[in-house]
């Protein structure tokens, strides 16, 4: 098993850019979360998706933000356009069932200049 | 709302135990502790459900107290690969989401 795969792992924009984070769950788990991790506000559920389905998409900032599951296997998250205050490190995680833990991918840091 | 984690951090020298404390304000279906290392992903430790139970596994283990809303994480003879940030999550009965705790920073000394 491969686990949760993201990409890329590193990412350097400009101001104003298009920024999509792209994560692949691992197969057969049925919920994935998109998370942000910040020093000054700690890992942030940004929102989360059921079989495929956006449950709860509270956590996202702003219209900016984006981010869609079309299949069990992919989902990507897009910011348009970013700001350098979007510069953190999005996580992705996947999980089997309510009564298991979260997998979580490597992440990518996003930097906004 | 944000889970409570108490101390912010804590060093220890190796053989050493620790525990860590994780409040809710609210009423908790599940609640989970994670241990992240500088530069990688949170990784799952353990998952404690409603009905208060303890759990662990090698020299680490949790209760949880759902009465008082509050979990404990029991870090014993403490090795230098214990060394990380602990976070716990905690899950409402409304939803499949964990909201995250502040975490808190655990150095293991030689």
């Known amino acids: 098993d491969a686990g949760v795969i993201q990409s890329p792992r590193h990412e350097v924009t400009e101001m104003g850019q298009e920024v999509t984070l792209r994560c692949k769950p691992i197969?057969?788990?049925?919920?994935l979360f998109w998370y942000r991790q910040t020093m000054m506000r700690g890992l942030e559920l940004l929102i989360y998706f059921n079989n495929n389905v956006p449950i709860d998409d509270s956590g996202m900032p702003e219209d900016r933000f984006s981010a869609k599951m079309p299949n069990a296997s992919f989902s990507t998250l897009k910011i348009q356009p970013s700001e350098p205050r979007d510069s953190a490190v999005y996580f992705c995680?996947?999980?089997?069932?309510?009564?298991?833990?979260?997998?979580f991918g490597s992440g990518t840091r996003l930097t906004v200049v | 709302q944000q889970p409570v984690q108490s101390p912010q951090a804590v060093i220890l020298r190796e053989g050493e135990d620790a525990v860590i404390n994780c409040s809710s304000s609210k009423a908790l279906y599940s609640v989970h502790w994670y241990r992240q290392k500088h530069g990688e992903a949170p990784v799952f430790l353990m998952i404690?459900?409603?009905?208060?139970e303890q759990k662990g596994h090698d020299k680490i283990s949790a209760s949880f107290n759902e009465k008082k809303q509050q979990s404990s994480l029991y870090l014993t003879a403490s090795q230098l690969s214990y060394s990380g940030t602990y976070f716990c999550g905690t899950e409402g009965n409304a939803g499949n989401m964990l909201t995250f705790g502040g975490g808190t920073r655990l150095m293991v000394k030689p």
């Open positions: 197969s057969g788990h049925n919920s």
């Open positions: 995680a996947s999980r089997l069932g309510q009564v298991q833990g979260y997998t």
């Open positions: 404690l459900l409603k009905g208060g």
